[in-house]
């Protein structure tokens, strides 16, 4: 047992694996698009940043709590979503997740009307060729769920990133399309994507098997009324 500063408030912790989950416990919103608790941490959206006494900044889903610490959580939210959304293929009044986009839910909650820098990512093809899902590398926000769902949970590997720094990109092996991978259809990346990057098929290429049929969620994952197909980790 130990306790952080949070804000000026004094917070005891326990068994928590890291400060994001110390600072939930304490009923502070701290929003993340990249962290769920059953993938591995990964720390690549930043949202969840944080600043010690000391003016050290850290992602506070990959850091232990320790006993004393003193952390500040209200600065560099809304500039690091802005630096998300200026990399982001901004087409929400057409794109299929509008509504649902975690992305866009965030910046209405901060109030980000105006993004002031310009995207000078690298424009990609849209790769339609699974019959579960789509993919959009556009609206790709690098955050590394459906990369840590195909691989930490489904052991399918059939998506990994590519190149670094301004040119990282998700990716299968050698910028294949994803029917020519391992996929399995099983639609687990795209349960996880926080944005319009993957979205379901809605009449793409037969791909593996023939089948146009769409795939979703794993066992015990349904919804609206849409096929399911248990990925290999289920063991079924």
Not at 109 to 118: A, S
Not at 135 to 161: E, H, T, Y
Not at 182 to 204: E, F, K
Request: aromatic content about 6%; overall charge neutral.
């Amino acid at each position: 047992m130990g306790f952080m500063t949070i804000d000026r408030i004094r917070v005891e912790f326990t068994d928590e694996p890291n400060v994001l989950s110390v600072i939930r416990k304490a009923d502070i919103d701290i929003p993340t698009l990249c962290y769920h608790s059953e993938l591995s941490i990964y720390g690549a959206c930043r949202l969840c940043t944080v600043e010690n006494e000391r003016g050290k900044t850290f992602a506070s889903c990959s850091e232990p709590p320790r006993d004393g610490m003193v952390i500040y959580t209200m600065k560099y939210r809304k500039m690091i979503l802005e630096l998300l959304l200026a990399a982001h293929c901004r087409d929400c009044t057409t794109c299929i997740k509008s509504g649902e986009c975690h992305l866009q839910e965030l910046a209405h909650r901060m109030g980000v009307t105006h993004v002031g820098y310009e995207n000078t990512k690298t424009q990609y093809p849209i790769d339609m060729s699974s019959p579960a899902i789509v993919r959009d590398p556009n609206k790709c926000i690098l955050c590394g769920d459906c990369v840590r769902m195909c691989d930490n949970v489904q052991s399918v590997n059939a998506i990994d990133f590519a190149y670094r720094g301004t040119e990282a990109l998700v990716t299968p092996a050698f910028n294949k399309n994803i029917a020519e991978t391992d996929c399995v259809n099983c639609g687990q990346c795209r349960a996880v994507c926080p944005t319009g990057a993957i979205r379901r098929s809605l009449g793409g290429s037969s791909g593996k098997g023939g089948s146009r049929r769409l795939f979703w969620y794993g066992a015990g994952r349904e919804r609206d009324g849409e096929d399911c197909k248990c990925a290999p980790s289920y063991g079924i």
